[in-house]
């Protein structure tokens, strides 16, 4: 009897110890999160080169390194993501490639921002070689390059422009052919001699001498003040508009277009591209 309960004792006590080995080694394999304690610094342990396959590539072995504090890519296996977008042209965020300078027959185009002998005037576009611009005028900051669609908004607001101009000039040469009509008293007025021309259209009123001489000339600046002052409307301005020549009533020309009696003149002017008018100056005295 005595026997009996020791083996149960016995029994009981392995079957204890078996079932603390069996619930040690659960919580050693999933050790639960109030388990953790920090633990001391520990030195990492010296770098080794270990891989696996990929799964991507199965044949093929990614290197890592492994450390004391972890398992990381190595930078040669990391995406070099900054060159990757230089040679993109762009940002790794999708940014725009950026736009190419122009270029025609192996030159650039740049726009001058100075005048430069045997190149150009400031504002000019003009093809020169890349030695040129880097070693000449980019050093100097006398030209920049510019792009091809720089060029093309350039043109087409060039091409703006001059219809704008043409149809102020077109505007003006009505202005001054109305107004000798007007002064005139209508276009039946005109004398059949010929003259493509009638009616004074400006008058300018200079002291003058018993012959007529004036005290002082009536020079093309003159006129154009004269022209601004009396038809404000008109397009007076800019260097396509110049008085192109001066005769007097007998046709002849004036000397240096420096108008010195009184009479009337014939001025013959340009207004801008293909637009020139013919008007008549009368010059009195005061």
Not at 181 to 206: F, H, S
Request: hydrophobic content about 35%; proline content about 5%; glycine content about 10%.
């Amino acid at each position: 009897m005595k026997n009996k309960a020791q083996m149960g004792q016995r029994l009981a006590l392995v079957i204890m110890l078996a079932a603390s080995l069996l619930a040690h080694e659960t919580s050693a394999a999933n050790p639960p999160a109030s388990t953790y304690t920090k633990a001391s610094f520990i030195p990492p342990a010296a770098p080794s080169s270990i891989g696996w396959p990929s799964a991507a590539h199965p044949t093929r072995l990614m290197n890592r390194i492994a450390t004391g504090y972890g398992t990381y890519h190595r930078s040669a296996d990391r995406p070099n993501t900054a060159h990757s977008a230089k040679r993109r042209g762009g940002s790794s965020g999708g940014g725009s490639t950026a736009t190419q300078p122009a270029s025609k027959k192996g030159k650039i185009q740049v726009m001058l921002l100075q005048t430069v002998p045997d190149i150009g005037q400031s504002g000019d576009i003009v093809l020169v070689s890349s030695a040129v611009f880097q070693n000449q005028l980019k050093r100097n900051g006398k030209a920049r390059l510019i792009t091809e669609e720089e060029i093309q908004k350039m043109e087409q607001e060039k091409e703006e422009q001059e219809e704008k101009m043409l149809e102020m000039a077109i505007k003006t040469k009505n202005i001054l052919e109305e107004a000798m009509l007007i002064n005139l008293g209508g276009q039946d007025q005109c004398p059949d001699n010929g003259q493509d021309i009638c009616g004074v259209a400006l008058t300018i009123k200079r002291k003058a001498g018993p012959e007529g001489n004036l005290f002082g000339g009536v020079n093309p600046k003159m006129v154009m003040d004269a022209l601004k002052e009396t038809f404000p409307s008109g397009s007076w301005d800019g260097k396509q508009v110049k008085i192109a020549k001066m005769t007097d009533s007998e046709g002849k020309d004036v000397a240096k277009m420096d108008i010195k009696h009184i009479g009337e003149y014939t001025i013959e002017m340009s207004l801008g591209k293909d637009v020139d008018v013919c008007f008549i100056l009368s010059i009195a005295a005061e």
